[in-house]
């Protein structure tokens, strides 16, 4: 019998076996970690990036992430700003894989009503992506009163400024149905794409 064969086959075997065991359990250390990871972590990692968002009803966005709030999100470009409703969102394109955990200080990030509050404040005439609305009717409106669920908005026509005397309807909008609020600023950006485009 050959024992220095027998003996080196042997610490070969444990060593295969402790290499499977370490293996198995980073693999499965890693797959826990992947498990705890939440979009928003994914999304904060991502802020300052060029993302696309593309909503369930079919409109894309891309630009730069610049605020990742509790349930919504802005995208900014050239003369654009659109702040997305999570719940409205289909899928994310561009967003890191890594992740960025809420600082503690942080953990209450605003809510969809804050963000909505802040775009009433600035008295600014926005295009609304709402769910169920066929992408071609554009509504346009001032965000006059933002509830804890839903928010009054003034429509306008297009560049209307909007005086009492302009505005054609004052809708009761129910949170849920908001996809985007889309802040054009000074001109209309190229980065928002209709579905099929």
Known sequence: MRW??????????????ERWAKDSEISERTRIDVASIALLDRLRASLGTTIGVHLAGGQSFSGQLTHVGAESSVVASTGTQALFSYSAVHHYSGVS??????????????????????????????????????????????????????????????????????????????????QAVVSRGVAPDVNVQEAGD
């Not at 220095?4 to 295969?16: C, G, K, P, V």
């Not at 509050?117 to 769910?131: P, T």
């Open 4 to 17: 220095d064969a027998l003996f080196t086959d042997m610490e070969a075997q444990l060593e295969a076996a």
């Open 97 to 178: 894989r890594f992740a960025v955990e809420a600082a503690p200080s942080r953990l209450h990030p605003l809510g969809l009503a804050s963000a909505l509050r802040i775009v009433s404040q600035n008295r600014e005439v926005v295009e609304l992506c709402l769910a169920h609305n066929a992408s071609s009717d554009r509504v346009y409106g001032l965000l006059e009163r933002v509830g804890r669920d839903s928010f009054d908005v003034a429509i306008v026509r297009p560049g209307e400024i909007p005086r009492p005397s302009n505005v054609r309807d004052v809708w009761a909008v129910p949170f849920h149905s908001l």
